[in-house]
């Protein structure tokens, strides 16, 4: 009797201290990101990492801004709420210069970072360290019905200038059948019209600022690009298209209502999905458009990508993670489970040499195609005192592209006409560079 | 002595109430009617409205990937938690007000109001640092204490309101029986104001669950409420708006129920000391 419960006291002081012992090499984490497609696919696929590494994870999914204002909150005032942000490539340069980054430095050899996209590597890194691993990339392309296409007898260039995107959104637009030629953004906001409009501007040889910071929307280039941009919104675009952005114009492709679509890489494989677009066996893709001899195909690059903040008490945890969420392993385990259609793009070189790939994902090569055309360095033609993309490297671009935006979509909405929209544009920016303080270093 | 209304006059009110009625129902039951619909359905053109496959697909989705019953609680314990605390500091003080002015209480009433007039990001990073050091973040107490002290002055206004209302005569008689401040208070002040305080409550306890700025910036994972919940679904590229619209009915669905089954508490207490 005494030896049994002897026996039973001991056991269950090792299985005690067993348990002491998970409980001390098990960490929780808490991420934080948003509600894209691919991301709710990383918080099904994680248990698996969970399950792996005994740590488990808090997940905090917020919609896109609420979740870059909350986060950059927590990480400017050292809150400790989160172990890994879910941040774009603007964030990224800005907040490792801030050292508010942890810096990725000593990753694991499996893990492959010469595999990564040049572009997207580039976009990342601070002095060749990167302060954030990328989720899924995206560039910006032309999406088009090749059916209506066909029956207007237009003929779109695998790489085509915008008078060509003009003649064929002429030639598709049947306002009578609810067609209209082109969709693009329209909605205001530093990542919705104006991340298109500075693209396009960026096509047309435009820039923000010149080399002594001073704005440019008083440039010709400028000019043309909103000029060009509002006739063809005005003639062939759907009404009200002052209030679109990336959901209004996907919804609108996907029922057949649109020529042409210009935006982010990855609605493609939205638009080519037969199970929610009307029009998923007619879409096409093209480069994105650049003036007649601007070598610019509007640099247009963006990444969801998984960073780790500096104040962050499970380095270790979050640190695997993200290289495990990140992996050519976890590109696999996603096609293994939902088809290469569904593995997150942009990102790796080798998804885009996988046959597979190729064959599941028609979007694959115009994809690669764009994203390897993007060079965030030089993001105009023209000297440029900033880096960039689709927008402008510095902290206070989110407060002027917005700004800037809502001038754009008033006169979209045919509440001022370009020439005025460009003064107050060229007006407000200069003032609040001038208030940063950039013309003076 | 009351005007005779036609029956036709009779007739246009009830027409136009149930218009106006109507057109502010519509957004939540189009809501209510997406949370049916596949992705498909919801984004099409022409809308559909009740012809369409019904299903229960994006409530099961919604169930799988999120901790409902946790948001819910969440909700619930911070909703009621700041309207008790605010109704138990702001019924003596509302006392005290109504029946014992002194020469600056019209002052430290508007005083009280103008803290509303502040827009609440104006003091966010202060909260936000405070919050860290004290370890609230991210904590339903912390939550309840900041909701508390946001509603307190609309909890005080409306008390106020409703015991001005009440006879001073009647207060005096009973402190001329004997009573004391206690059982003044206690037993002829509360029971007369039962009608105020329980919309008070109502309206206190909507308020809360609906607040959406301290909720989303104070909380991550652990004390989250419902507004988190519906945020979770909100996706920038992608059409996810059945399942968002499935979130937002779970979400509203608990206060939709209880406004509906107080709503004469409600509507009575609103309206108390609007005709003299």
């Given at each position: 009797?005494t030896?049994?419960?002897?026996l039973?006291?001991?056991?269950?002081?090792?299985?005690?201290?067993?348990?002491?012992?998970?409980?001390a090499?098990?960490?929780?984490?808490?991420?934080?990101t948003?509600?894209?497609?691919?991301?709710?696919?990383?918080?099904?696929?994680?248990?698996?990492?969970?399950?792996?590494?005994?740590n488990?994870?808090?997940?905090?999914?917020?919609?896109?801004?609420?979740?870059?204002?909350?986060?950059?909150q927590?990480?400017?005032?050292?809150?400790?709420?989160?172990?890994?942000?879910?941040?774009?490539?603007?964030?990224?340069?800005i907040?490792?210069?801030?050292?508010?980054?942890?810096?990725?430095?000593d990753?694991?050899?499996?893990?492959?970072?010469?595999?990564?996209l040049?572009?997207?590597?580039?976009?990342l890194?601070?002095?060749?360290?990167?302060?954030?691993?990328?989720?899924?990339?995206?560039?910006?392309?032309?999406?088009y019905?090749?059916?209506?296409?066909?029956?207007?007898?237009?003929?779109?260039?695998?790489?085509?200038?915008?008078?060509?995107?003009?003649?064929?959104?002429?030639?598709?637009?049947?306002?009578?059948?609810?067609?209209?030629?082109?969709?693009?953004?329209?909605k205001?906001?530093?990542?919705?019209?104006?991340?298109?409009?500075?693209?396009?501007?960026?096509?047309?040889?435009?820039?923000?600022?010149d080399m002594?910071?001073?704005?440019?929307?008083?440039?010709?280039?400028?000019?043309?690009?909103?000029?060009?941009?509002?006739?063809?919104?005005?003639?062939?675009?759907?009404?009200?298209?002052?209030?679109?952005?990336?959901?209004?114009?996907l919804?609108l492709?996907q029922?057949?209502k649109?020529?042409?679509?210009?935006?982010?890489?990855?609605?493609?494989?939205?638009?080519?999905?037969?199970?929610?677009?009307q029009?998923?066996?007619?879409?096409a893709?093209?480069?994105?458009?650049?003036?007649e001899?601007?070598?610019?195909?509007?640099?247009?690059?963006?990444?969801?990508?998984?960073?780790?903040?500096?104040?962050?008490?499970?380095?270790?945890?979050?640190?695997?993670?993200?290289?495990?969420a990140?992996?050519?392993?976890?590109?696999?385990?996603?096609?293994?489970q939902?088809?290469?259609?569904?593995?997150?793009?942009?990102?790796?070189?080798?998804l885009?040499?996988?046959?597979?790939?190729?064959?599941?994902?028609?979007?694959?090569?115009m994809?690669?195609?764009?994203m390897?055309?993007?060079?965030?360095?030089?993001?105009?033609?023209?000297?440029?005192?900033?880096?960039?993309?689709?927008?402008?490297?510095?902290?206070?671009?989110?407060?002027?592209?917005?700004?800037?935006?809502?001038?754009?979509?008033?006169?979209?909405?045919?509440?001022?006409?370009?020439e005025?929209a460009?003064?107050?544009?060229?007006?407000?920016?200069?003032?609040?560079?001038?208030?940063?303080?950039?013309?003076?270093? | 002595?009351?005007?005779?209304?036609?029956?036709s006059?009779?007739?246009?009110?009830?027409?136009?109430?149930w218009?106006?009625?109507?057109?502010?129902?519509?957004?939540?039951?189009?809501?209510?009617?997406?949370?049916?619909?596949?992705?498909?359905?919801?984004?099409a053109?022409?809308?559909?409205f009740?012809?369409?496959?019904?299903?229960?697909?994006?409530?099961?989705?919604?169930?799988?990937?999120?901790?409902?019953?946790?948001?819910?609680?969440?909700?619930?314990?911070?909703?009621?938690?700041?309207?008790?605390?605010?109704?138990?500091?702001?019924?003596?003080?509302?006392?005290?007000?109504?029946?014992?002015?002194?020469?600056?209480?019209?002052?430290?009433l508007?005083w009280?109001?103008?803290?509303?007039?502040l827009?609440?990001?104006?003091?966010?990073?202060?909260?936000?640092?405070?919050?860290?050091?004290?370890?609230?973040?991210d904590?339903?107490?912390?939550?309840?204490?900041?909701?508390?002290?946001?509603?307190?002055?609309?909890?005080?206004w409306?008390?106020y309101?409703y015991?001005?209302?009440?006879?001073?005569?009647?207060?005096?008689?009973?402190?001329?029986?004997?009573?004391?401040?206690?059982?003044?208070?206690?037993?002829?002040?509360?029971?007369?104001?039962?009608?105020?305080?329980?919309?008070?409550?109502?309206?206190?306890?909507?308020?809360?669950?609906?607040?959406?700025?301290w909720?989303?910036?104070?909380?991550?994972?652990?004390?989250?409420?419902?507004?988190?919940?519906?945020?979770?679904?909100?996706?920038?590229?992608g059409?996810?708006?059945?399942?968002?619209?499935?979130?937002?009915?779970?979400?509203?669905?608990?206060?939709?129920?209880?406004?509906?089954?107080?709503?004469?508490?409600?509507?009575?207490?609103?309206?108390?000391?609007?005709?003299?």
């Amino acid at each position: 009797m005494t030896s049994t419960r002897a026996l039973m006291g001991s056991a269950a002081g090792l299985a005690l201290a067993a348990g002491l012992a998970t409980t001390a090499s098990a960490a929780e984490i808490t991420i934080a990101t948003v509600n894209n497609g691919d991301m709710i696919r990383m918080q099904e696929l994680s248990p698996q990492w969970e399950e792996e590494t005994g740590n488990t994870i808090e997940w905090v999914v917020l919609e896109e801004n609420t979740l870059r204002q909350r986060v950059t909150q927590d990480i400017a005032t050292g809150g400790g709420q989160f172990d890994v942000l879910t941040i774009g490539n603007y964030e990224v340069p800005i907040w490792a210069a801030q050292d508010w980054l942890a810096p990725l430095d000593d990753l694991p050899e499996d893990y492959n970072a010469d595999d990564l996209l040049p572009s997207i590597r580039q976009a990342l890194s601070t002095d060749d360290t990167l302060y954030a691993l990328p989720f899924y990339g995206e560039s910006a392309m032309v999406m088009y019905r090749t059916d209506l296409a066909e029956e207007a007898g237009v003929e779109i260039p695998d790489s085509p200038t915008w008078a060509e995107i003009r003649t064929a959104a002429e030639a598709m637009t049947d306002q009578d059948a609810g067609i209209y030629g082109i969709c693009l953004r329209g909605k205001p906001g530093w990542g919705e019209n104006m991340a298109f409009l500075t693209a396009m501007a960026n096509s047309y040889g435009a820039r923000w600022f010149d080399m002594e910071w001073q704005a440019q929307f008083d440039s010709e280039e400028w000019q043309a690009a909103l000029t060009d941009y509002l006739e063809l919104m005005t003639q062939y675009g759907p009404p009200g298209a002052a209030a679109n952005g990336f959901n209004e114009n996907l919804s609108l492709f996907q029922q057949g209502k649109c020529g042409i679509w210009i935006d982010a890489t990855v609605a493609a494989s939205f638009v080519t999905d037969p199970e929610d677009s009307q029009v998923a066996d007619s879409v096409a893709f093209a480069q994105f458009p650049n003036r007649e001899g601007v070598d610019n195909h509007g640099n247009w690059l963006w990444s969801w990508n998984l960073a780790i903040p500096s104040s962050s008490n499970e380095m270790e945890a979050a640190t695997d993670f993200i290289t495990w969420a990140t992996s050519q392993d976890y590109t696999r385990m996603v096609a293994e489970q939902e088809g290469w259609r569904a593995a997150p793009p942009g990102t790796r070189t080798s998804l885009y040499e996988n046959a597979e790939y190729q064959e599941a994902a028609p979007f694959a090569e115009m994809t690669l195609e764009s994203m390897n055309a993007v060079d965030t360095d030089s993001p105009s033609v023209q000297e440029t005192p900033y880096t960039g993309a689709q927008f402008v490297a510095i902290p206070e671009f989110q407060g002027i592209g917005t700004a800037v935006g809502q001038q754009f979509s008033a006169a979209l909405a045919g509440q001022a006409d370009a020439e005025q929209a460009l003064q107050q544009a060229q007006s407000l920016t200069q003032r609040e560079i001038d208030r940063a303080g950039y013309g003076s270093n | 002595m009351a005007r005779a209304v036609s029956n036709s006059v009779k007739a246009r009110n009830t027409a136009i109430a149930w218009i106006i009625a109507i057109l502010i129902f519509f957004p939540i039951l189009w809501t209510i009617l997406t949370s049916f619909k596949t992705e498909g359905t919801a984004i099409a053109d022409p809308p559909v409205f009740l012809f369409f496959d019904w299903t229960l697909e994006n409530y099961a989705t919604v169930q799988d990937r999120s901790d409902y019953f946790g948001h819910f609680m969440n909700s619930v314990i911070i909703s009621v938690g700041s309207t008790v605390i605010g109704l138990a500091i702001a019924i003596p003080a509302a006392w005290a007000m109504a029946f014992v002015p002194g020469r600056q209480t019209k002052n430290v009433l508007m005083w009280m109001l103008s803290t509303k007039m502040l827009p609440p990001v104006g003091v966010l990073v202060p909260i936000y640092l405070i919050f860290r050091d004290w370890g609230l973040l991210d904590t339903r107490i912390g939550l309840v204490i900041v909701l508390t002290l946001i509603n307190l002055p609309i909890i005080v206004w409306m008390l106020y309101t409703y015991f001005r209302e009440i006879p001073t005569d009647i207060l005096e008689a009973a402190r001329m029986d004997g009573a004391t401040l206690r059982s003044e208070v206690v037993h002829v002040l509360l029971p007369m104001a039962v009608p105020g305080i329980a919309s008070t409550l109502l309206l206190n306890i909507i308020l809360a669950w609906n607040e959406a700025f301290w909720t989303l910036n104070l909380v991550a994972a652990n004390a989250a409420p419902l507004t988190a919940f519906i945020a979770s679904y909100s996706s920038p590229e992608g059409l996810f708006y059945a399942k968002l619209s499935a979130a937002s009915t779970m979400a509203i669905a608990p206060i939709l129920i209880m406004g509906w089954f107080s709503q004469k508490q409600l509507v009575r207490g609103l309206t108390f000391g609007a005709v003299k």
